[in-house]
């Protein structure tokens, strides 16, 4: 059974770079299509960036051009490297597979973006 822990979250202002780590633990994840999800308060949970095995990556419009989603497959990890944050950002955000059945959701980290 896989184990995920997300870390890196915190609070900044608008305009500034934080980086999630989602490491992995239990089993490797290298074959598996990994997603960031993010969920703000009130509101469903949604993808915010994909990579697969072979690192290609894709994200949501909100957010191209600002995060950068990777992975580290020697180490089990997948990152997020977020720049540019906006309040609308602000979020608890996950890691998971994509297009796959999920694993059991880790407690996620918690990103806060003040204006």
């Known amino acids: 059974q896989v184990q995920l822990v997300e870390s890196g979250g915190g609070l900044v202002q608008a305009g500034e770079s934080l980086t999630l780590s989602c490491a992995a633990s239990g089993s490797r994840i290298s074959i598996n299509t990994m997603g960031w999800y993010r969920q703000a308060p009130g509101k469903q949970r949604v993808l915010v960036a994909v990579i697969t095995s072979r690192g290609t990556t894709n994200y949501a419009d909100s957010v191209k051009g600002r995060f950068t989603i990777s992975r580290d497959n020697a180490k089990n990890t997948v990152s997020l490297q977020m720049n540019g944050l906006k309040p609308e950002d602000t979020a608890v955000y996950y890691c998971?597979?994509?297009?796959?059945?999920?694993?059991?959701w880790g407690q996620g980290t918690q990103v806060t973006v003040s204006s």
């Open positions: 998971n597979t994509f297009g796959s059945t999920w694993y059991n």
